[in-house]
């Protein structure tokens, strides 16, 4: 079972508390919730995972590291993977390859249509980011695990993190006893409602509040103050947060008057933080 530990940090004076999923091991944040209903599961030898999406995405760096440990074939699928990526491979793509996955790439088709057609019987599918009815076991655990750290705190929470694809939020605000806040990291508010109903049809959105962001960002496009407030929070909390998710949801936890003390929940994606650097040193951010 995994768990992780609530820490209190203070950030320009404010209060607030983290919890640290970054810190759950090798596969870490919701990555580590997601699979832990594929954790629990027995698998023959000749296994295979088939899934796709971004090459630097924390969700095939972890699936990466779960086939490995299981001894399952990995095949996924991507776009063309750019020639200066595959001279220097690095964060999730490397790690990638250090795990044997056998990448696919194919162009001017979907990438889901591909990945599905390549499924035979007694292969396991898995929805890019890990966006699936099977995440919810590990958001299961990880609302009783907050339930009974918040008791021995003697403390009630509201909880926020930030959304992708909203899997993680939703299934936690399923099961949470506490009010759970997102925002949408990628697209808008309304698309991240879309993308929770077509996962969960009948989703009841009343402990799940999506907060509006501040301003309008483009999804993995590097902005000054994302930097800025990164290398801030760093400073101050000597704790490292994602640069695509964290940064807008930070922006915006940060920013609300919260009626009860916030728990923010650290969903990992460091690894990810590399390729996302080079480009802010790239634009002269350091
Ligand atoms: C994958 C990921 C998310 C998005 O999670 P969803 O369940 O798709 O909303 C958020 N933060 C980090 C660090 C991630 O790796």
Known sequence: MLKSTIEKVCFKEFEFYVKRDDLLGEINGNKARKLAFYFSQNYSKN???????????????????????KNIKFIFICKKIP??????????YALALKNKVEFLEVNNTSLKEYALSLC????????????????EQGYKELADEIKKQSIN???????FLPSGTGTSAA??????????????????????????????QDYD????????KNQKYHFGKPYKEIHQL????????FIEFDLLYDMIGLSV???????KPLLYIHQGGILGNASMLQRYAFKGFK
């Open 47 to 69: 296994q295979r995972f088939i899934s796709y999406g971004g090459v630097q995405s924390n969700a095939l760096g972890s699936l990466s590291i779960f086939c490995l440990k």
């Open 83 to 92: 020639s200066y990526l595959k001279e220097n491979p690095c964060g999730n």
């Open 120 to 135: 035979c019987k007694d292969d396991i599918f898995i929805e890019q980011g890990i966006a699936n009815l099977n995440a």
């Open 153 to 159: 705190l003697n403390l009630e929470f509201d909880i």
């Open 171 to 200: 299934f936690l605000a399923r099961h949470s006893k506490f009010k759970v806040f997102t925002c949408a990291c990628v697209g808008d508010e309304d698309y991240l409602k879309k993308q929770i109903l077509e996962l969960i």
């Open 205 to 212: 959105f009343k402990n799940l509040q999506i907060l509006q």
């Open 230 to 237: 990164y290398k801030e929070l760093k400073q101050e909390c």
């Open 253 to 259: 936890a940060l920013k609300r008057k919260w009626e």
